[in-house]
């Protein structure tokens, strides 16, 4: 645990002029986070084993573990502009976009002064050429005073080739959750031009919590 | 004095039905009395909903209830709306329940709780599991529509999530003929906490 610590407290956040440089230099459309210019980006870190072992069942629902989940539906996505077109079904959860807009946001219901662990993506991905990726974003905005929100990319997941049924995901390196100030949600990004249509769907999002780090 | 004795016989049975029938009812007001402090409820407006797909037309103006209003005026266009949600861990959900409008020559509708359930860790599809189901049909104006839940459903958070399901007729016709004839005011989740201090969380000592 005292190397994970150490990776934690060493985390290295991308400044706002990197972030602007990642977005400005997106020739690979496919690796965008479609989050404007002000976007943070932490990077993901490998973690210890022992660590990503807890992403297991364990004993779900008691006390001593401190560790709990939300979810997030494909279809409880909403596109990033309007009009927005898509299509959803329900037993698998998959939502696709089937217009030109390929971003869609999930508010995900977190716990205050909690440890976001993992996010998890279950997603459908039998076209090769496109993707389909869940992006954890941190929203935040001072107290009281006005001001720009200030946002932060905490992980991000994606299919790669077409693996048919996927699913894979990251550990989350963050300080506690701060609902005060911060709110969280899940972005999906589909193919450019929602390009793989049915074939590339996001089903269901998963984050990892835990009330000690 | 002669009628104390009586009086007192009467509330203690009365009192003891009410604990015997005990947390399966949603009609009055229970909040605070006892055998009822763990009762719980979450709701929704109806503009809270999650369309199937950008065909589906509705509105919410019609008298500022923050309603989902069905406005596919004709055939064609997604009928089906969700209200998607999880419980704390250890509760157990009794009852749904739905308010609505529902109008002359307006689409029936069928309204269902259903657990989806994914494996942990492995990319299969989730396992869809219905609860229970509801209807509304014909013309009741106003109505509330009610499901109950088995007392042994309680969430699995680190698997499930429950969504309640909304389906307004077919698309082979029209859902409503004017706005706010058919509608979706709001969605209410009962639950109850049997252990709200312990969370049924001891470990066994070893």
Request: net charge negative.
């Given at each position: ?37 002000d ?18 069942p364990?004993?779900?629902?008691t006390l ?13 996505l ?8 898509y ?5 698998s ?21 909690v440890?976001i ?9 039998n ?18 005073d006005?001001?720009?929100p200030?946002?932060t ?16 995901y ?29 074939e ?8 990892q919590y835990?009330?000690s780090? | ?37 763990n ?11 999650d ?17 989902y ?30 308010w ?7 689409a ?6 259903r657990r ?11 396992v869809?599991t219905?609860i ?31 969504v ?21 005011m709001?969605i209410r ?18």
């Amino acid at each position: 645990m005292n190397s994970w610590r150490k990776v934690q407290t060493g985390l290295v956040s991308v400044a706002l002029s990197s972030a602007v440089g990642v977005v400005a230099a997106q020739a690979a459309p496919d690796s965008w986070h479609g989050g404007g210019d002000d976007v943070i980006v932490l990077e993901s870190v490998g973690g210890d084993p022992d660590f990503i072992g807890s992403d297991a069942p364990g004993e779900r629902g008691t006390l001593p573990t401190g560790v709990g989940w939300a979810h997030v539906f494909g279809y409880e996505l909403r596109g990033r502009t309007a009009p927005y077109e898509y299509a959803a079904i329900t037993d698998s959860g998959a939502h696709w976009c089937t217009g030109s807009e390929r971003f869609a946001d999930a508010r995900v219901d977190v716990p205050h002064n909690v440890y976001i662990t993992h996010l998890r993506l279950w997603a459908y991905d039998n076209a090769a050429g496109h993707d389909v990726a869940a992006i954890l974003f941190r929203s935040c905005l001072p107290t009281v005073d006005p001001g720009d929100p200030q946002n932060t990319i905490l992980g991000m997941v994606s299919s790669s080739g077409s693996p048919g049924d996927f699913t894979n995901y990251v550990n989350i390196s963050a300080e506690p959750t701060n609902t005060n100030l911060c709110s969280y949600f899940i972005r999906a990004r589909f193919g450019t031009g929602c390009g793989g249509g049915g074939e590339t769907t996001f089903r269901r999002a998963r984050i990892q919590y835990s009330t000690s780090p | 004095m002669t009628l104390a004795k009586p009086l007192m016989a009467t509330v203690a049975l009365a009192l003891a039905a009410f604990t015997g029938t005990g947390l399966r009812a949603d009609d009055i007001e229970l909040r605070g009395t006892p055998a009822y402090n763990n009762m719980d409820y979450v709701g929704w407006v109806g503009t809270a909903a999650d369309p199937s797909a950008h065909t589906a037309a509705y509105i919410s103006n019609f008298d500022n209830s923050s309603s989902y209003d069905c406005a596919n005026g004709g055939p064609g266009g997604s009928r089906l709306i969700r209200y998607p949600f999880m419980l704390p861990d250890l509760r157990q959900i009794h009852f749904v329940r739905i308010w609505g409008q529902k109008a002359d020559l307006t689409a029936d509708l069928d309204i269902r709780l259903r657990r989806s359930c994914t494996n942990f860790l492995h990319p299969v599809p989730p396992v869809m599991t219905t609860i229970g189901t509801t209807s509304v049909a014909e013309a009741p104006g106003y109505f509330s529509a009610l499901i109950g839940v088995d007392s042994t459903e309680m969430p699995d958070n680190a698997l499930c999530r429950y969504v309640v399901e909304v389906e307004m007729g077919s698309a082979a016709s029209a859902c409503a003929a004017y706005p706010g004839a058919l509608r979706i005011m709001k969605i209410r989740v009962q639950s109850s906490l049997t252990d709200r201090i312990f969370r049924s969380a001891f470990r066994e000592a070893f």
